[in-house]
């Protein structure tokens, strides 16, 4: 992949309500695709990643993502968020010939009572 | 249970002293990673290696070095730290792919280097 952006910096959201978190990436090859989540003080967690097959990834903690391959998009969502998915996100891309992975910038996901 | 850690997780030292981060995975994997972490911005790799006695510079420049003498084990030294080098640091691991296939890494909880 040669960019990942994640257009939004911050997404405020009340809990329990859904959340869609974008994310677009570029690239002249097919590409892998990882969503990752930083808790405070913590390390890159895998949330769920597309490598081939069906376009809806489901991963850990009720979070799923679509890859649509017209529109170059990965975005996450997740259709009731609680106050513990408050987090730093991040979306990643590793083109197919390459052993690289690309970060976007990530999103931190607020989630309030 | 196979893991991945970084110690210490937090450091405060003065300019120019000598520090090294250490960086041990329990899952047996060849590939290793340092990441360079600055608020809102994305992780930038500077070293990786894909076993033992290989090191390669990463996309950012970096002044730090690495080195891989035991499979487990990827050390990152700054020789001279300065107040440019605060930052939070994160060591990553995956399995050694074949050409084409996914590269899924697996992260310490990072170390967050403060440089006065």
């Known amino acids: 992949a040669q960019s990942v952006t994640q257009l939004d910096s911050q997404v405020p959201v009340f809990e329990e309500a859904p959340v869609e978190l974008r994310c677009n990436y570029s690239?002249?090859?097919?590409?892998?695709l990882f969503w990752y989540v930083q808790y405070p003080n913590q390390g890159l967690q895998l949330l769920l990643k597309y490598l081939s097959g069906s376009t809806l990834v489901k991963g850990i903690n009720g979070f799923e993502a679509e890859f649509n391959k017209s529109q170059t998009s990965f975005h996450l969502r997740k259709p009731s968020v609680h106050i513990s998915d408050t987090a730093e996100y991040f979306c990643a891309a590793q083109s197919i010939n390459t052993d690289k992975l690309i970060f976007g910038t990530g999103t931190r996901l607020q989630v309030f009572p | 249970e196979a893991d991945i850690y970084q110690t210490p997780r937090y450091l405060v030292i003065g300019t120019g002293k000598k520090i090294t981060l250490e960086c041990s995975q329990t899952?047996?994997?060849?590939?290793m990673y340092w990441y360079q972490q600055d608020p809102g911005m994305e992780l930038h790799l500077i070293h990786y290696?894909?076993?033992?006695?290989?090191?390669e510079k990463g996309d950012l420049s970096s002044e730090s070095t690495v080195s891989r003498i035991r499979t487990e084990h990827f050390p990152l030294t700054l020789e001279s730290a300065r107040p440019s080098h605060t930052s939070q640091y994160l060591c990553?691991?995956?399995?050694?792919?074949?050409?084409?296939?996914?590269?899924?890494?697996?992260f310490g909880p990072g170390t967050r280097l403060t440089v006065l």
């Open positions: 990553a691991s995956s399995e050694y792919q074949t050409s084409g296939g996914a590269d899924e890494q697996f």
């Open positions: 899952m047996g994997h060849d590939k």
């Open positions: 290696s894909y076993g033992v006695n290989s090191t």
């Open positions: 690239s002249s090859v097919s590409v892998y």
